[in-house]
């Protein structure tokens, strides 16, 4: 059972790279958003953001008990579920404004959707490694809470900047 955990925190090796392992592993939230986006459900893809953070509060504390170190480097499960975070706030107005929320192919078919996903790539990036405000504190949270709730809170500001440029865009 250790083993699938570590499997799971480190993301599947992603934690394990040599250099920004962080970065890196953020890179595996986006297999993980495509799979929230297959339903084009925003009620799905929001319980399944939650669902995420539990997990990841579970999974990134367990690492390190059995790493024995508080936020290890090479846990990015914390980062990559933070990912679909980024744009929650974006498919929240997508619905309220009655447009609807796409599925995986249609967010395809939005024009310039890669400098979406690059924007919130690097504006979550930043946010963690800045860790502005509550984001620093919540980091002293016991076990993996506070591994994970920064990445969240990361992840929700990214959101609501990229939501605000939508919504004047729109």
């Known amino acids: 059972m250790d083993r699938m955990i570590l499997l799971l925190a480190r993301g599947g090796g992603l934690g394990l790279v040599p250099k920004a392992p962080g970065t890196v592993g953020t890179l595996g939230g986006f297999p993980i958003t495509a799979l929230l986006l297959l339903s084009g459900n925003f009620w799905v893809y929001l319980s ?86 509550p984001i620093d504190k919540v980091q002293s949270l016991h076990g993996g809470w506070g591994v994970t709730m920064d990445d969240v809170l990361a992840g929700l500001l990214s959101g609501l900047i990229l939501g605000g440029v939508y919504f004047v865009l729109k």
């Open 48 to 133: 399944g953001c939650v669902l995420l953070v539990l997990l990841a509060a579970w999974i990134c504390g367990e690492a390190e008990r059995i790493l024995d170190r508080e936020d290890p480097g090479e846990v990015v499960f914390d980062e990559m579920i933070a990912v679909p975070i980024c744009y929650l706030v974006i498919f929240a107005l997508m619905e309220l404004q009655g447009d609807g929320m796409p599925d995986l192919n249609s967010v395809f078919e939005y024009k310039l959707w890669w400098v979406w996903a690059l924007c919130g790539f690097v504006l979550f990036r930043v946010f963690d490694i800045w860790k502005p405000g």
